[in-house]
Structure formats: structure tokens, C-alpha cells
């Protein structure tokens, strides 16, 4: 075993977690200006960790009307795309900007291409490609913001983000996709202040994304975030209640308040906008969802049982009722419960990332070899299917190392080490680390870990558990 390789992996890892911990969770994202199905998600639905399926719409949507044109060379692109023809991919995308000037460059629609797989590297090389063969087209500049402030490279997205506005209002080649970048400066420029926590200099430039596009959720949904943390409630209230009208995938207004007050530490008026929330709309499945959620971050297992049985009343045949029952019996120790429920989930959408992964950390605890093989099979379907994703990648490398294979670990913790650390993996690092003798930077990183009240945090016990055990040894 290469001790000090992996010691290497393990200090990477939690080191960026350490740095992700500075961040608002609310605004870690691309500041995209599109509305996503659900922000305030906590247990994934069955493709929050994968890809996200290419489709005309998404490609060349914002740059021409789909209305009265078909694109069939795009549709042929995006297949040969998904055929893992890149020669092919790229050809068909030349012969639709050649027949179809106001398409974006090419290597720009490939690169969005290569963002829909995840591989932020391939896109950023197309990027930068289009930057030395066209600096003129400001979508490039756009695009490699996204991927800065995803990053959290937030001062060179600004940088970004700033040099790309006048190079938009010089831009004449097409309106429609100039409107669209216009947007995207605004966005793009607001969740930069957003994350810094100027909330004033934010609430400027939210209202001029909001005037200028007011069909737009998420523009809503961003202001009311800004209003709240500008104590103002009740205006938040209002245009989340706007957001919502215009998508009614985002969560309840009360709902979205509930969880906003969760991150201020106001646990009282979370709970009853949260309890608002489930009695004005119970019927509601993500309103249902969302409440059983909170109710499991503060530790209220018994009542989200409840509620998450409420749910599974309102939809029975859905995958996202039965995993959030699995995580309930997981989170009260009901292990042959929540493994039956995860089953479920996988006979009900297979391949299910969540309920993969999930399975993996729950059969790797039985000291019976066939169940850990299992372990290693179900962590192996989520590393072959999503190959850079953080928490796939730390749940494969604790599988192995929990089946002696340190060495065959290493590879897989590397790569988690490159993403975004979620509580629940930052803790397996800690668990090996604590294996590993390295008593003081596992009980570090726990104390941090620990110290996080935002989002779902399932083996929250276990970590306070070691935590105290590594402080009795000291």
C-alpha cells in the first residue's frame, strides 16, 4: 500500500472542502439564469447526479426560434454526441452554422455539449479555442465565467463577467442571443455580489434582470433571496410567490422562507413556514417532500417518517417517495427497511444514482463478503456512469478501503478530491483518515463538517459519534 499517496489524496480532499466551507451553499453554483426544477433539493431525484440530456432546445434555444425551423443537422450532432463520435459531433455542427448563420460558433455549442457530460475540461479547452480563433463572439467569455464561479474562482468570474457586458452591447450579429447574454451579464455579475454578501449592490442588478425579463422564475427567485437577507421578508415572500406562479416546480413560497430561515439559524420561524407551507399545500408533492426533508436535518425522524409516509400516500409509484423513505429508515438505523427501499427505487428507475450510492454505504457496513462485493458493484455502476462526480468517486474509494484495498482507493478518493465535497463524503474522508491513525486532521475536518446546519446531512450521527471518540483520545 502507498501510504503517503493516499495521505496526499485525503489532505486534498478535505483541504478544498475546508475552502467550500467559506461559500454561501445558496449561490455555489453557475449563476445560470435559467430556472432549475428544484434549488432547495436535499435527497437528489434519480439524475442529480448525472448528466444532463442534451436537447436542441437547450443548445441553440436562446439563440433561435424553434417554432417555425427545424435544425435536423443539430439533432444529428447531438446523437452523434451521444454515440461518442466526436468527429462526427463536430461536423454536423459546422454544417449547421453554415446553413444556419445566428447558431453560436461552433465550439461554443460543443463546449455546451461537453458541460451537459460534465467534462469541464473538454469545454474549457473548446473555450478557449473559439477565445485565440474569434475573441470577438462574447458567449465564450460567458461560458468560461459559468465555469469560474462554479469553481469558486469568484474573482476571475467578475473579471469575466465584466469584459463579456460591453462586448454583448457591441454585439449586432443577433438579437435574440444578444437579449439572451444581456440576461446572462446580469446574472452573471449579481451572483458574484451575491456571494460576497453585498446584498445591496445585488438588489440593483436583480431588479434590472427582473425588468428586463419578468417571465423569468429564477430572476424572481434570486430577488427574493437578496430581499430576505436585506430583512425584508415580506417583499421575499412576494416574488418567490411570483416565482412560483411561473414555475410551479420551485418550492412553496412559505417553503422556500422555511428554508431561508433554516440557513439564518432562525429555527422557530423556519418551522412555522415550513408547518404554513405543508398546510396550505399538503397535497402538493415537493411541498410535501420538501417539509419531510427539513424535518430530517433537524433530527425529527419520527415526524418525517410521518410525513414522508404522507408522501409516499400522494405517490406511490415514485422513485424520489421511496428514496426519501430509504433515508429516513437509514437515518433511524432500520437498515433491512431502507435497503428494501432502495431496491424499490432501483426497480422503479434503474441506475438511480442516489439509491446506488447509497446501497454501497449501506451494505459496506456488513462484515459479509458477498454484501460487500454488492458494496463495490453498486459504487462501480455510479463511477462508470458519472466518472468525475465528487461523491460517486469518495463513496467507490471507502468501499475499497473498507475491503482492504487501499491501493485500488486511491484513484477514485483523487478524483473526489477535484469536485465539490457533500457533507456526507467529507465525513467517509474523515473516517478513513481516523483509520488511518490521523486522529487530529480527522477530528478537524469533523469539526467542520459538524458545524454545517444547510442541507441533508445523513450520516450526521455517526460523524458526531467519531468526532467524540477521537476527543477522548487526545
Known amino acids: 500500500?502507498?501510504?503517503?499517496?493516499?495521505?496526499?489524496?485525503?489532505?486534498?480532499?478535505?483541504?478544498?472542502?475546508?475552502?467550500?466551507?467559506?461559500?454561501?451553499?445558496?449561490?455555489?453554483?453557475?449563476?445560470?439564469?435559467?430556472?432549475?426544477?428544484?434549488?432547495?433539493?436535499?435527497?437528489?431525484a434519480a439524475d442529480a447526479q448525472g448528466n444532463m440530456q442534451p436537447t436542441v432546445e437547450a443548445l441553440i434555444g436562446t439563440a433561435v426560434s424553434l417554432s417555425n425551423q427545424k435544425y435536423p443537422e443539430i439533432e444529428k450532432a447531438i446523437q452523434r454526441f451521444r454515440n461518442g463520435d466526436g468527429e462526427g459531433t463536430l461536423e454536423y455542427l459546422k454544417q449547421a452554422k453554415e446553413k444556419y448563420p445566428k447558431l453560436p460558433p461552433t465550439y461554443v455549442t460543443l463546449a455546451k455539449l461537453q458541460v451537459m457530460a460534465q467534462n469541464v475540461q473538454g469545454a474549457y479547452n473548446l473555450l478557449e479555442l473559439q477565445v485565440a480563433e474569434d475573441p470577438s463572439d462574447p458567449e465564450a467569455y460567458l461560458l468560461l465565467a459559468d465555469q469560474a464561479f462554479s469553481a469558486n474562482r469568484t474573482a476571475e468570474a467578475e473579471a469575466l463577467f465584466e469584459k463579456s457586458g460591453p462586448m454583448v452591447e457591441a454585439f449586432t450579429a443577433n438579437e435574440k442571443r444578444k437579449r439572451d447574454m444581456q440576461i446572462r451579464v446580469l446574472a452573471g455579475r449579481a451572483a458574484v455580489l451575491e456571494r460576497r454578501e453585498?446584498?445591496?449592490?445585488?438588489?440593483?442588478?436583480?431588479?434590472?434582470?427582473?425588468?428586463?425579463?419578468?417571465?423569468?422564475?429564477?430572476?424572481?427567485?434570486?430577488?427574493?433571496?437578496?430581499?430576505?437577507?436585506?430583512?425584508?421578508?415580506?417583499?421575499?415572500?412576494?416574488?418567490?410567490?411570483?416565482?412560483?406562479?411561473?414555475?410551479?416546480?420551485?418550492?412553496?413560497?412559505?417553503?422556500?422562507?422555511g428554508q431561508l430561515f433554516t440557513q439564518a439559524g432562525n429555527i422557530d420561524n423556519a418551522r412555522k413556514s415550513?408547518?404554513?407551507?405543508?398546510?396550505?399545500?399538503?397535497?402538493?408533492?415537493?411541498?410535501?417532500?420538501?417539509?419531510?426533508?427539513?424535518?430530517?436535518?433537524?433530527?425529527?425522524?419520527?415526524?418525517?417518517?410521518?410525513?414522508?409516509?404522507?408522501?409516499?400516500?400522494?405517490?406511490?409509484?415514485?422513485?424520489?417517495?421511496?428514496?426519501?423513505?430509504?433515508?429516513?429508515?437509514?437515518?433511524?438505523?432500520?437498515?433491512?427497511?431502507?435497503?428494501?427501499?432502495?431496491?424499490?427505487?432501483?426497480?422503479?428507475?434503474?441506475?438511480?444514482?442516489?439509491?446506488?450510492?447509497?446501497l454501497a454505504l449501506l451494505l459496506i457496513q456488513s462484515d459479509d463478503k458477498a454484501d460487500q462485493a454488492r458494496a463495490l458493484q453498486y459504487a462501480d455502476l455510479n463511477t462508470k456512469q458519472f466518472q468525475n462526480n465528487s461523491q460517486a468517486n469518495i463513496t467507490k474509494a471507502y468501499v475499497l478501503y473498507k475491503m482492504g484495498r487501499a491501493n485500488e482507493a486511491q484513484e477514485p478518493l483523487q478524483i473526489g478530491a477535484r469536485g465539490q465535497l457533500q457533507t456526507d463524503s467529507a465525513y467517509l474522508i474523515a473516517r478513513i483518515m481516523a483509520d488511518q491513525g490521523q486522529n487530529e486532521k480527522a477530528r478537524q475536518a469533523l469539526d467542520q463538517v459538524l458545524k454545517q446546519k444547510q442541507g441533508l446531512f445523513i450520516f450526521r450521527k455517526q460523524a458526531q459519534k467519531l468526532y467524540d471518540e477521537l476527543g477522548t483520545k487526545e
Open 274 to 358: 415550513f408547518e404554513r407551507a405543508y398546510k396550505e399545500d399538503g397535497k402538493d408533492p415537493n411541498t410535501v417532500r420538501s417539509y419531510a426533508e427539513w424535518l430530517l436535518q433537524q433530527d425529527e425522524l419520527d415526524k418525517a417518517q410521518e410525513i414522508s409516509g404522507e408522501l409516499r400516500k400522494l405517490t406511490p409509484d415514485s422513485s424520489v417517495a421511496v428514496l426519501l423513505d430509504g433515508v429516513v429508515a437509514l437515518m433511524r438505523d432500520q437498515n433491512d427497511q431502507a435497503e428494501q427501499a432502495f431496491m424499490k427505487v432501483l426497480s422503479l428507475d434503474p441506475g438511480n444514482a442516489r439509491a446506488n450510492d447509497l
Open 198 to 257: 453585498k446584498w445591496n449592490d445585488a438588489i440593483e442588478l436583480l431588479k434590472k434582470w427582473v425588468a428586463m425579463d419578468p417571465d423569468n422564475a429564477m430572476s424572481h427567485a434570486r430577488l427574493g433571496v437578496t430581499l430576505f437577507r436585506l430583512d425584508k421578508s415580506k417583499e421575499a415572500f412576494d416574488e418567490f410567490t411570483k416565482a412560483r406562479k411561473l414555475n410551479n416546480q420551485l418550492p412553496h413560497p412559505y417553503a422556500s422562507l
Open 1 to 44: 500500500m502507498n501510504f503517503r499517496s493516499t495521505q496526499r489524496a485525503l489532505f486534498l480532499a478535505l483541504a478544498f472542502w475546508s475552502f467550500l466551507l467559506q461559500v454561501n451553499e445558496v449561490f455555489s453554483q453557475a449563476p445560470a439564469a435559467q430556472p432549475a426544477v428544484d434549488p432547495a433539493e436535499l435527497v437528489p
